[in-house]
């Protein structure tokens, strides 16, 4: 797998340093000539009411001006879209601007000439843009190591703990766990009272969620130099730590009781939470439609649970999802458009519109405002407790978020990890001793086309 993506980051690469640089171009480039529009394209993941959501809102912007007519193009699951804009970019067709997920952003990020940096790009249209205007969790996972965004946060969501308040009343127990001894003591209880199952995590992704963000959220390294923050050679993983291993020890220890049931990154884990076979369930907030549409129970949704004792939880979950990115190699007359268009975006208006009707959180404060003043937090109280968990604390070092290049290829050499774990096959800490080695190796593939 590692060297597939590697194949992928040098089309990218070598692209960059053939391709003609667009950002000076973008600097103090024309409007439209009165009565010319400029046709822009954006290429995203987006189906099903996730592309009815932001269709709307491109709708929106286009009926608000004459200028520019945006359109949304479905490119496919998220690494599609990540391999289609490599291709597209190293054959000079690149999209205006294009939706790139979150494991993917150290690979466009290190494609220096691939993109325009998005705060370059609203500094030369003297449009507000700034840091700060993002929430603390989504800002700090896109941001570089001088505190400036290449890319604009936009779907961003986070992992939760979903729970169903109708089987742990049953069972007696009043409030869902707020640490993990606390969890794997709710197990027992729940199992003798007819409850096998205590627990699923995401499907796909829970080495996102029991790996980088138990990190985060409980304010442990994940890799050196600040998670890929600082520096791009010697990156080494610092998963085989105390706290990691515990954490996956206490998974098995689950698992070998059927108290704690995962299958697989192919198979998803929904309906094993809204069927009622597991009582609680760590997924990503922006299930929480699908959840409320499949559940035939009250459930809730609280903050995930923190490592006993540690002092420093819980500190701050950060985003997943994806950052919108502007591709260079456009005429210099789309950069104005590509700007205003993420303006609208990123707008009070547009952030509420998009968190209400999708399950992820507003990326900006004004979003969050905008939704508290209308009542929605108080009428929809799960929709906010992602939002508590971005902006718990502000981003440390450690907690800001994960740089690393290929991490779709550690993620994968960890979910085997977890795997192995699982399954009784390898002990916690035999299992993430060999994941920090591979994913090392792999960490240094990374190094050899990027690090200079």
């Not at 997924?283 to 035939?296: D, G, W």
């Amino acid at each position: 797998m590692a060297v597939a993506a590697a194949a992928i980051s040098m089309g990218i690469a070598t692209a960059a340093c053939g391709s003609p640089t667009k950002t000076s171009a973008a600097a103090a480039a024309p409007a439209p000539a009165p009565g010319h529009t400029v046709d822009l394209n954006v290429w995203t993941a987006f189906s099903g009411s996730l592309g009815t959501a932001f269709d709307h809102l491109v709708s929106q912007f286009n009926a608000s001006q004459s200028q520019y007519r945006v359109t949304a193009v479905y490119k496919g699951s998220y690494s599609q879209v990540l391999s289609d804009t490599i291709a597209a970019f190293k054959a000079h067709a690149a999209p205006d601007i294009s939706q790139i997920f979150d494991a993917g952003t150290a690979t466009i990020m290190d494609s220096a000439g691939s993109y325009v940096p998005v705060y370059k790009l609203m500094s030369e249209y003297k449009i507000p843009f700034s840091t700060g205007s993002f929430i603390g969790g989504a800002a700090s996972y896109y941001e570089t190591s001088g505190d400036q965004l290449d890319s604009m946060p936009f779907n961003s969501s986070t992992p939760v703990l979903y729970y169903n308040k109708a089987e742990l009343q049953a069972a007696g127990i009043s409030t869902p766990p707020t640490t993990w001894s606390e969890l794997e003591s709710d197990a027992s209880v729940l199992a003798a009272h007819g409850q096998k199952c205590a627990l699923s995590s995401s499907g796909a992704y829970v080495m996102w969620t029991d790996m980088e963000e138990f990190s985060t959220w409980n304010g442990y390294p994940y890799a050196n130099h600040q998670n890929g923050y600082t520096g791009i050679k010697g990156m080494q993983l610092k998963i085989n730590s105390a706290p990691i291993v515990d954490h996956l020890a206490l998974l098995g220890r689950l698992a070998s009781k059927g108290e704690y049931i995962w299958n697989g990154v192919s198979t998803s884990t929904v309906p094993l939470f809204t069927n009622g076979t597991c009582a609680m369930y760590e997924q990503s907030s922006a299930s929480l439609n699908t959840i409320e549409a499949a559940a035939k129970f009250p459930f809730g949704v609280a903050e995930l649970p923190v490592v006993a004792g540690d002092k420093a939880a819980p500190q701050n979950t950060v985003v997943g999802g994806a950052s919108l990115w502007v591709m260079s190699g456009a005429p210099a007359v789309h950069y104005r458009g590509d700007a205003e268009f993420l303006h609208f975006l990123m707008s009070a208006q547009s952030q509420a519109y998009w968190a209400s009707n999708t399950g992820y959180v507003p990326v900006t404060p004004a979003g969050s405002s905008l939704l508290s003043s209308q009542g929605f937090y108080s009428s929809h109280p799960n929709d906010l407790v992602a939002v508590k968990e971005l902006t718990n604390k502000a981003p440390t070092a450690d907690s800001r978020g994960i740089r690393l290049g290929y991490l779709p290829e550690v993620r994968q050499v960890e979910a085997s990890a977890i795997a192995a774990v699982l399954s009784g096959k390898q002990s916690a800490a035999a299992a993430v001793s060999s994941a920090e080695t591979q994913g090392n190796t792999i960490l240094a593939q990374f190094a050899s086309q990027y690090g200079g």
